[in-house]
């Protein structure tokens, strides 16, 4: 018992001295900024920025960091989901035995991964509004909705004139997150022992139920914890379709940098913004382990 409270109290300065030594960088930081830079701090403006007051409605409404901070909600979600889609159906196709579907599989990895996503951004962008827009008549359709279904579309996606560079923005994050989701739900497939297959085969299950049924609900418990991290860095890089005037969080940032010159104060803002919605989503991905670690028990 001496030991463990021992170890116990050791542990606890420890972890004393760690967080003081770590305000006392950010206050070294703080000064050095503040002295050595002689920058004159001004939060006062960074909550106008934040929230309006809106004479016409009579209230106070988002305004464009909580806009651009909901544009990144948007996009994450729709990248998470096409992201997960094209991982899942690329990482079963992976381990299949078919030559074919390998080479397919991996094809779409290597070439994903190791392109920049910058020159995806541009690629995507480029060809999603100059050939597949057009042909399909995504924007023309959206346009000619009624003003109530515009509204629900910008709620849920983009406004109209923001359609078509959201959509390569959306392409874009979930092919390259794609392709690491696609290694990760690879992996968590072959970590399956190779009796379970055995036995479902024995018990006359087709391919699809053997997946559907025994392999997939397995994997999911394994890849899950990956998979929190692939989503949290899908939430971060969305940020690079900020290079397309898509209008959210990062772009944002910028145009109220440019309006008011508060470069270190609009992005400590920012960073503590994606913060909070990477730390959701992680805290989420958490309770989600959890729970299917305690229903496998």
């Not at 760690?18 to 070294?28: I, P, R, Y």
């Not at 696609?182 to 072959?190: D, F, H, L, P, S």
Request: hydrophobic share 55%.
């Amino acid at each position: 018992m001496t030991g463990v409270y021992l170890v116990k109290k050791k542990s606890a300065l420890l972890d004393t001295v760690v967080t003081a030594s770590l305000f006392l960088f950010l206050g070294f930081i703080t000064y050095r900024v503040s002295v050595g830079l002689s920058y004159r701090w001004d939060w006062g403006v960074i909550p106008n920025y934040l929230f309006r007051w809106d004479a016409d409605k009579g209230q106070w409404v988002f305004n464009i960091l909580m806009e651009g901070f909901f544009t990144t909600i948007r996009l994450s979600f729709w990248s998470l989901l096409l992201a997960t889609l094209i991982g899942l159906v690329m990482g079963i196709v992976r381990t299949r035995k078919r030559l074919f579907f390998r080479l397919l599989g991996r094809s779409y990895v290597e070439l994903i991964r190791n392109i920049p996503p910058l020159v995806l951004v541009f690629i995507f962008y480029f060809f999603v509004s100059d050939q597949i827009m057009p042909i399909l008549g995504v924007e023309d359709f959206i346009r000619s909705r009624s003003e109530t279904g515009q509204q629900w579309a910008a709620f849920f996606i983009a406004a109209p004139a923001l359609f078509t560079p959201f959509v390569a923005g959306v392409f874009t994050v979930a092919l390259f997150q794609g392709a690491y989701i696609t290694e990760i739900v690879r992996a968590g497939i072959q970590a399956i022992e190779k009796g379970q297959w055995e036995a479902s085969a024995s018990l006359g299950m087709t391919w699809w139920q053997q997946m559907r049924f025994i392999i997939l609900p397995q994997a999911a418990r394994q890849v899950l914890p990956p998979l929190a991290n692939e989503f949290i860095n899908t939430i971060k890089y969305s940020s690079i379709v900020s290079i397309i005037s898509i209008q959210e969080l990062t772009f944002q940032g910028l145009q109220v940098i440019s309006s008011t010159q508060r470069t270190i104060e609009v992005w400590l803002t920012v960073s503590l913004m994606y913060l909070l919605l990477c730390f959701s989503v992680s805290l989420l991905a958490r309770r989600l382990e959890v729970s299917l670690a305690v229903k496998s028990i």
